[in-house]
């Protein structure tokens, strides 16, 4: 059954690096486009990455230039690198996915607008401590 499960995340330190990982048996085809968000408590979900079938990326104005997001078809894995945390930047991380509106097209443009996609995972929690 095709699932998406996160991974990587913990506590770091302001200025400190974490990859997170997304098994995503299923969507990693180039039919499908993917993207990480995050919600902090008492705040909604934010977009913060995604890629499209092609590769092509697209960043939250807040982590462009920190994060970067990419995918290993053959793993079937999504990542998200994380660079130069602040503690903003702290929330529980999901993946999520979306196919392509086209049959048999590549999915695009990327696109981190919450309400496109339709298959998330549980989310893991990132802390980043001052």
């Known amino acids: 059954q095709d699932q998406l499960k996160e991974s990587g995340g913990g506590s770091v330190q302001t200025g400190g690096s974490l990859r997170l990982s997304c098994a995503a048996s299923?969507?990693?085809?180039?039919?499908?486009?993917m993207a990480w968000f995050r919600q902090a408590p008492g705040k909604e979900r934010e977009g913060v990455a995604g890629?499209?079938?092609?590769?092509?990326?697209t960043y939250g104005v807040s982590v462009n230039g920190r994060f970067t997001i990419s995918k290993d078809n053959a793993k079937y894995t999504l990542y998200l690198q994380m660079n130069s945390l602040k503690p903003e930047d702290s929330g529980t991380y999901y993946c999520?996915?979306?196919?392509?509106?086209?049959?048999?097209?590549?999915?695009?443009?990327?696109?981190?607008?919450?309400?496109?996609?339709?298959?998330w995972g549980q989310g893991t929690q990132v802390t980043v401590s001052s």
């Open positions: 890629i499209a079938g092609d590769t092509s990326t």
């Open positions: 999520a996915a979306r196919r392509s509106p086209i049959p048999w097209r590549w999915c695009t443009p990327p696109s981190i607008g919450r309400a496109e996609y339709n298959y």
């Open positions: 299923g969507y990693t085809s180039s039919s499908y486009c």
